[in-house]
């Protein structure tokens, strides 16, 4: 059950919902409430699932980009784009950041980031991000 709560705090943590499950996460760790392993693995895994769902979303928002009250045009988007994939996808190596981190896994999505790329940024970022949570809830540091 511990797992399992990680997990899914991990997991809305990382939707557009407002949450933070490095709280739990430090409490679990500073309780002694399981392998430090698992629960980093759960932490991360969920996270990166829940950027996937952002990642999804993004994908679903260029269907309506030929509707005339869209916000931009599908000129400006095609623009956007390339620009994105020129610099974009490396800013995903930061999408553990409270505020812009949900975001830009949805303009990912939007973009079109390869899979492949996505869930490797992502979950390095993430990953270790959760790694220093971990750290510094048993005193490492």
């Not at 919902?17 to 629960?39: D, F, N, R």
């Not at 260029?62 to 956007?80: G, I």
């Not at 981190?101 to 390095?124: N, Q, Y």
């Given at each position: 059950?511990?797992?399992?709560?990680?997990?899914?705090?991990?997991?809305?943590?990382?939707?557009?919902?407002?949450?933070?499950?490095?709280?739990?996460?430090?409490?679990?760790?500073?309780?002694?409430m399981?392998?430090?392993?698992?629960?980093?693995?759960?932490?991360?895994?969920?996270?990166?699932?829940?950027?996937?769902?952002?990642?999804?979303?993004?994908?679903?928002?260029?269907?309506?980009?030929?509707?005339?009250?869209?916000?931009?045009?599908?000129?400006?988007?095609?623009?956007?784009?390339?620009?994105?994939?020129?610099?974009?996808?490396?800013?995903?190596?930061?999408?553990?950041?409270?505020?812009?981190?949900?975001?830009?896994?949805?303009?990912?999505?939007?973009?079109?980031?390869?899979?492949?790329?996505?869930?490797?940024?992502v979950?390095?970022?993430?990953?270790?991000?959760?790694?220093?949570?971990?750290?510094?809830?048993?005193?490492v540091?």
């Amino acid at each position: 059950m511990v797992y399992l709560s990680i997990f899914f705090s991990a997991f809305v943590s990382a939707t557009l919902l407002p949450a933070s499950s490095e709280l739990l996460l430090s409490g679990m760790v500073a309780k002694q409430m399981g392998s430090i392993l698992m629960l980093w693995g759960c932490a991360t895994v969920g996270n990166v699932l829940g950027s996937c769902v952002n990642y999804y979303l993004g994908t679903r928002v260029e269907a309506l980009s030929h509707y005339r009250w869209f916000p931009v045009s599908e000129r400006s988007l095609a623009k956007a784009q390339v620009h994105y994939q020129k610099y974009g996808p490396w800013s995903l190596l930061f999408a553990w950041l409270p505020i812009i981190g949900d975001p830009l896994t949805l303009v990912a999505g939007i973009f079109k980031v390869r899979i492949g790329l996505f869930l490797l940024l992502v979950t390095l970022g993430k990953g270790l991000r959760y790694a220093l949570v971990i750290a510094l809830a048993m005193g490492v540091f």
